[in-house]
């Protein structure tokens, strides 16, 4: 009796758990800027002057940009101009709402070029939302896959992709990108070395 009664109580605390698991899911926050950034800064680590031409949280440095060789950022300076850099890439993908905010991730690390060419983007267009093996298939360097990339895919996927948009609570996607005159005066810090010795 003790055990049937132990293995109905057993039932029952399983069902309301898969019960409140699947109330959590259904109220789902949408994904956010700072969600991806945080993301971003976690997997990109901050380049240092070994890293040229990348400097900050992965910005490759491009020419006419007016970062010296051997420059460090200071924590601000990199964090503007990944935000920068990301909501650049979120503006590109636009269209796409929410889906966005993922496809901006993904072309942070690869670039848009292979986002441009992906199977992700073809089946995000064409409405197919089947896209974790396509998006977990970026994370190969020189053919090789790395573990450290197929977490960060797995991340990203986790974080900032939603299969079901009818699932989100807020289907309107927030883009805090600072006060523009606030990143317009950290690009002027970036660009002006305070010290001699940064030139």
């Not at 956010?32 to 992965?58: L, N, R």
Request: hydrophobic share 40%; proline share 3%; net charge negative.
């Amino acid at each position: 009796m003790k055990q049937t009664v132990s293995v109905i109580l057993a039932a029952l605390l399983l069902f309301a758990s898969v019960v409140l698991s699947r109330a959590a899911e259904e109220k789902r926050q949408a994904p956010t800027f700072e969600d991806a950034i945080s993301i971003i800064k976690s997997f990109e680590g901050m380049s240092g002057p070994k890293h040229w031409p990348f400097v900050g949280y992965g910005h490759k440095v491009m020419p006419g940009e007016k970062f010296k060789r051997g420059q460090r950022l200071t924590e601000a300076q990199a964090d503007a101009l990944a935000r920068d850099d990301y909501a650049k890439l979120c503006a590109r993908y636009r269209e796409f709402g929410a889906d966005s905010l993922l496809l901006a991730a993904l072309a942070y690390n690869c670039g848009p070029g292979v986002v441009a060419k992906s199977s992700v983007l073809a089946k995000l267009k064409a409405g197919n939302r089947d896209i974790e093996e396509a998006y977990k298939a970026h994370c190969r360097y020189r053919g090789k896959q790395l573990s450290q990339l197929k977490r960060r895919r797995e991340t990203e996927l986790a974080t900032l992709f939603v299969k079901d948009l009818s699932t989100l609570e807020a289907t309107e996607m927030e883009i805090d990108n600072s006060d523009s005159s606030e990143i317009a005066a950290v690009e002027k810090e970036i660009n002006e070395p305070e010290h001699e010795d940064e030139l």
